[in-house]
């Protein structure tokens, strides 16, 4: 007469081949969730100095002209109740300060990312969003020292 014997629990090649299945679906996933990270990033900086020229375009429409130019993270006086709910002094999320330029540069009026932590690669992708993919030419162009979405030229 034959007996079975129940066993409990995996076999060492079980766990084995269990983990290099996992393995293998993380290295899949892991660079994939980077990138969207990433994205999402730029998506919201693209968002966030967009929003901040339209509150410098309703100032210039309801004062007759912008205000004067800025140090980087210095919030331009009579800006406060435009930009209430900007995280203006805060680090972008793209690394940097937010920027308010006027009459610098070579431009009338514009909001600046002073030094971005992202590589010219990355930015380029935030100006395909925002403009014509190019960093020396359209709205969005790279600047002295950083990054600038130009409102007036």
Do not use: C
């Not at 331009?76 to 930009?83: I, T």
């Amino acid at each position: 007469m034959e007996t079975f014997v129940s066993r409990k629990g995996f076999t060492l090649v079980e766990i084995m081949i269990v983990t290099s299945i996992v393995g293998l679906l993380a290295s899949l996933a892991i660079p994939s969730m980077r990138n969207a990270g990433i994205k999402t990033r730029s998506t919201r900086f693209a968002r966030e100095i967009k929003a901040a020229g339209h509150a410098f375009v309703q100032y210039a429409l309801d004062h007759g002209d912008y205000p004067a130019d800025k140090n980087p993270e210095q919030m331009p006086n009579g800006m406060g109740e435009y930009l209430s709910r900007f995280p203006w002094s805060e680090e972008t999320v793209i690394g940097g300060q937010w920027d308010w330029d006027y009459e610098v540069f070579g431009v009338h009026a514009g909001v600046s990312v002073h030094s971005p932590k992202w590589s010219s690669e990355q930015m380029q992708e935030i100006d395909a969003m925002i403009d014509d993919g190019n960093l020396g030419s359209g709205q969005f162009r790279q600047r002295s020292g950083g990054y600038i979405y130009i409102l007036e030229e």
